[in-house]
């Protein structure tokens, strides 16, 4: 039962195809002990935009990985949303607005999906949106440019989430008031570049693509350093 969420980046931006894959994206397959693995895209968070979805096939051409997608808008893509991700290996999910991406989520059932995929070893991953919805909430602009507490997450992980931790100025010292007031739950933050690998619901250890780059524990006596290991 593995998560990896992701505070910022994943994908590397291409000149040519828009994306490649990046070292955590890298991680997130390595995950799912496959050589070949099934790997899913949702983009909910943007509503199913046609231009994010043609990167993702871009970024896998070429590779051993077997890409498909899942939308919701206008329509579901796929007949049986349920038996299609539980037979992926990994399942990625694209940032955005995370409230706007909920309520589509419930109202197709897959909600529930994800925690039966979770269950059944299906490594799920995402960036921003995508690693905030594992959560119970966090710190999020769905609502507008100035940033505002969000408790309304799939709850798999128990805790809270903050990505973009050291990209956005307004989330360090917001998340910590939040976390501190009782508006949040305590949990872990994430600089752009570093990724929270879950095992099961415990943080097993954060990733980095980035030297300098960290993870942080943040609870109501404020943040503590989690050390990141650097992928090649």
């Known amino acids: 039962m593995n998560i990896l969420a992701i505070g910022g980046g994943g994908f590397v931006p291409d000149d040519r195809y828009g994306w490649r894959i990046g070292p955590l994206i890298e991680h997130a397959v390595q995950l799912t002990g496959k050589a070949a693995p099934k790997v899913c895209g949702l983009f909910t968070a943007t509503g199913d935009k046609s231009d994010q979805i043609a990167s993702w096939y871009a970024a896998w051409a070429g590779r051993s990985e ?14 049986d949303l349920r038996a299609h991700l539980l037979t992926q290996d990994l399942v990625y999910v694209g940032g955005g607005s995370v409230a706007g991406l909920m309520v589509l989520w419930r109202l197709h059932g897959l909600d529930g999906v994800f925690r039966e995929a979770w269950e059944a070893g299906v490594v799920l991953c995402g960036v921003s949106a995508g690693s905030l919805c594992w959560h ?10 100035e940033l505002r507490p969000w408790a309304d997450g799939l709850g798999l992980l128990p805790g809270s989430n903050c990505p973009h931790y050291d990209s956005d100025a307004g989330r360090r010292p917001l998340y910590q008031r939040l976390v501190r007031e009782g508006a949040l ?6 600089d752009d570049d570093v990724a929270l690998h879950y095992v099961g619901t415990e943080l097993h ?25 650097e992928l090649a």
């Open 66 to 79: 077997r890409a498909s997608h899942v939308a919701v808008m206008p329509m579901p893509n796929v007949d």
């Open 136 to 145: 119970s909430g966090g710190t999020t602009d769905s609502y507008g440019p």
């Open 185 to 190: 739950q305590p949990g872990y933050a994430a």
């Open 205 to 229: 250890e954060a990733v980095s693509a980035r030297i300098g780059a960290s993870a942080w524990r943040v609870d109501v006596d404020g943040e503590t350093k989690v050390p990141a290991r």
